[in-house]
Antibody, heavy 121, light 107 residues
Framework: QVQLQESGPGLVEPSQTLSLTCTVS??????????WSWIRQSPGMALESIAY???????YYNPSLTRRVTISIDSSKNQFSLNLTSVTAADTAVYYC?????????????WGQGTLVTVSS | DIQLTQSPSSLSAFVGDRVTITCQAS??????LIWYQQKPGKAPQVLIY???NLEAGVPSRFSGRGSGTHFTLTISSLQPEDFATYFC?????????FGPGTKVDIK
């Protein structure tokens, strides 16, 4: 059973960079059957997909965040990461990492438990 | 981006009731529509993918219908563990987008 676990600071100061890592266990992040992604959920409960990465390094970004976001993958550690620069209070949210089926229905079939990141000084 | 709207935004129902939630897409998405259930403090979990396919382990009282722009999620007989928030999500175009959610609570 594949499990995903987010890690990173729970508090980030405004204008700084939010950095999160997702560790995948119970399966290989190099599987060609999946993309790996970050999703966030604001206190108002809206879900927003942020970025996706394939094991080969192919990336897709949400156009609303593309200027501030970088997603990367480290197959040797079975991890992928998110960097979000120049954060503001609007970036306060629960951040989830999730696995996306690369073919067929392309749904988020496995999620981490989520980590709350608060942007505040 | 493809916009998804859901109705109702919330509903109250009794155990045993039949409940239907609607998701409307701003443009055609074929059958690339997924339904999730989310309980407080937990990540969303897949119920239905490809508009009509039941995820493994999900009770058969959940069903999905639709294609193009109009989709429904039906719970045939609401159980106590079904009180939660339900989201639809499209996977036809990146960025994959979510509906705003429908909260189902106890009447």
């Amino acid at each position: 059973q594949v499990q995903l676990q987010e890690s990173g600071p729970g508090l980030v100061e405004p204008s700084q960079t939010l950095s999160l890592t997702c560790t995948v266990s119970g399966g290989s992040i190099s599987s060609g059957d999946f993309y790996w992604s970050w999703i966030r959920q604001s206190p108002g409960m809206a879900l927003e997909s942020i970025a996706y990465i394939y094991y080969s390094g192919i990336t897709y970004y949400n156009p609303s965040l593309t200027r501030r976001v970088t997603i990367s993958i480290d197959s040797s550690k079975n991890q992928f990461s998110l960097n979000l620069t120049s954060v503001t209070a609007a970036d306060t949210a629960v951040y989830y990492c999730a696995r996306v089926r690369a073919f067929g229905s392309r749904h988020f079939d496995n999620w981490g438990q989520g980590t709350l990141v608060t942007v505040s000084s | 981006d493809i916009q998804l709207t859901q109705s109702p935004s919330s509903l109250s129902a009794f155990v045993g009731d039949r409940v239907t939630i609607t998701c409307q897409a701003s443009q055609g998405i074929s059958e690339y529509l997924i339904w999730y259930q989310q309980k407080p403090g937990k990540a969303p979990q897949v119920l239905i993918y490809g508009a009509t396919n039941l995820e493994a382990g999900v009770p058969s009282r959940f069903s999905g219908r639709g294609s193009g722009t109009h989709f429904t999620l039906t719970i045939s007989s609401l159980q106590p563990e079904d009180f939660a928030t339900y989201f639809c999500q499209q996977s036809d175009h990146i960025p994959f987008t979510f509906g705003p959610g429908t909260k189902v609570d106890i009447k």
